[in-house]
């Protein structure tokens, strides 16, 4: 459905589709977030906001705007040939996905079906984790390692890496095995800028932002963003973004729904800032 009821639909319109994908079966260290989607969309259209976003953009009366709800996924290794092939279905009938984890594992098989779609892509990956792992405790899928897997699978050229504030000596050999481009908060503020010309991809781990912003993810790190710091380095992304991820939402330890707001203000500018992004040309760059 679309998101403010039925609207006609723009003739040969590349729609920005909404799909819930609630799977943390590769969560290390406490499940709950894949009951983030539903969370998330309840925040969304809560009484006490609006679907506009801070660009002016009317969400609820967009006719390139679709929800499609939750991905069915099975807590098998099955999930994530699935979660690629779903993500493929939605390329090929020329749309874009905008996904709600769930927890980070499944950006791995999104950015498969993704790069398969568009060749040179550049991943802005905001986080307090690399995410670089190998492995795991043994396991190669967990949600610890999907940048890893995404750039062994040569289907993401470039990744850049905002908010790092938690790592480990094997991360960052991971790092510069792959030429990672990595912004740490040690280092913040950056004072760059965002400008791209080829496809482009985001993925936002909740815990990018200071547990004081949004203390429901499972893996709280102090010494993060702010929102308003994520939403200005939002604002500044110019370039063709052809897909986006929102994950690591942990209803379960999220008193009084606070992360589901912040989760449901960062769609409202993520979604907008799709809706307002050209057609992918060549790999992007990164000014300063």
């Not at 993060?224 to 209803?251: F, Q």
Request: aromatic share 4%; charged share 20%.
């Amino acid at each position: 459905m679309l998101i403010g009821g039925d609207h006609e639909q723009g003739a040969c319109a590349s729609r920005v589709v909404i799909l819930g994908i609630g799977w943390d079966a590769n969560s290390s260290f406490c499940h709950g977030a894949a009951e983030a989607p539903d969370q998330i969309r309840a925040a969304l259209h809560s009484p006490s906001t609006n679907l506009f976003s801070e660009t002016g953009l009317d969400l609820g009366a967009h006719p390139e705007l679709e929800d499609r709800g939750n991905l069915a996924v099975p807590e098998d290794e099955n999930a994530i040939p699935m979660i690629e092939e779903t993500i493929a279905g939605i390329l090929e009938e020329g749309h874009r996905p905008l996904l709600l984890g769930g927890d980070h594992a499944i950006t791995y098989p999104v950015l498969r079906a993704v790069g398969g779609c568009h060749t040179g892509l550049t991943v802005i990956h905001f986080d307090a984790h690399p995410d670089l792992y190998d492995d795991l405790d043994g396991n190669p899928f967990s949600h610890a390692c999907p940048l890893a897997r995404a750039m062994e699978s040569g289907r993401v050229a470039r990744l850049i890496q905002v908010g790092i504030r938690s790592t480990t000596r094997h991360q960052r050999e991971q790092a510069r095995r792959f030429g990672v481009e990595t912004y740490e908060m040690r280092h913040h503020p950056w004072q760059f800028s965002l400008a791209f010309d080829g496809p482009l991809y985001l993925s936002i781990d909740l815990d990018v932002l200071d547990p004081a912003f949004a203390p429901g993810v499972s893996h709280i790190e102090p010494g993060g963003l702010s929102t308003r710091d994520l939403i200005a380095m939002l604002h500044n992304i110019k370039g063709p973004l052809v897909g986006a991820d929102i994950v690591e939402l942990n209803p379960r330890r999220d008193a009084a729904g606070r992360t589901g707001m912040v989760a449901a203000k960062i769609l409202k500018e993520v979604a907008a800032l799709m809706l307002a992004a050209g057609s992918p040309k060549a790999p992007g760059t990164l000014g300063s």
